[in-house]
């Protein structure tokens, strides 16, 4: 819909929303690919939109394959990496916007948590709606887990989902009695909850 930096060709590492178009004088339905989750331009004379879905684009602005199931879409091939994050501070909360997923969707993300300087030791990593209600690292009112390693390196990690607010953004943090923790989190699908709620 002319949102790609250069016109007519898909912007490398890119979301792009995939809308179904109408034209009410004909009765003519079409598609349109659009970097935008709100507003595209449609063409002259198409007056009705409805956001069906999402794709990205890899570093080369192919579209990585994907399946979906209604409003679930599942990328095909690796994770793509949001964050690697090594000079995690203790309880200080960072915000993440994904590039790979779309505003207001539960994100459906890959965390691990390691510790690169110390053994034997805690370290917890949450994740949580930007915003929230709780407003500090509080282990019992955010997604968290705990990593304990014999050898520095060690880590830990689990899979979960988490509300993007409508600039695609959380925030996540780490405490850890000892060191310096390292943050990963990856994105592997979405759940596209404005499909039913445009």
């Known amino acids: ?7 007519g ?40 939109k409805r956001l069906i879905g999402g794709v990205y684009t890899n570093g080369s602005a192919n579209i990585l394959s994907f399946i979906h199931s209604g409003n679930y879409f599942r990328y095909m091939g690796d994770a793509i990496v949001e964050v690697e994050d ?67 390196g060690d880590g830990s990690g689990a899979q979960g989902f988490v509300l993007a607010d409508s600039a695609k953004q959380v925030e996540y943090w780490t405490n850890e009695n000892a060191g310096t923790a390292y943050v990963n989190v990856t994105v592997f699908g979405f759940t596209m909850l404005t499909r039913d709620n445009p």
């Not at 819909?1 to 016109?7: N, P, R, V």
């Not at 929303?17 to 449609?42: C, F, M, N, Q």
């Not at 200080?92 to 030791?121: D, K």
Request: proline fraction near 4%; hydrophobic fraction near 30%; glycine fraction near 8%.
């Open 9 to 48: 060709t898909p912007d490398a590492s890119t979301m792009y929303y995939i809308w179904l178009i109408k034209r009410s004088d004909t009765g003519v339905v079409d598609a349109l690919y659009s970097e935008s989750a709100t507003g595209p331009t449609l063409p002259t004379n198409y007056d009705y």
């Open 86 to 152: 090594s000079t995690m501070s203790d309880e200080a909360v960072e915000t993440l916007t994904f590039t790979a997923v779309p505003p207001l969707c539960l994100a459906h993300v890959y965390c691990r948590v390691l510790n690169g300087t110390e053994t034997n030791v805690q370290s917890r990593v949450g994740l949580r709606t930007k915003g929230s209600a709780d407003a500090t690292a509080n282990n019992s009112q955010s997604w968290s887990f705990m990593q304990t390693g014999s050898d520095t």
């Open 1 to 7: 819909d002319g949102t790609e930096s250069s016109g």
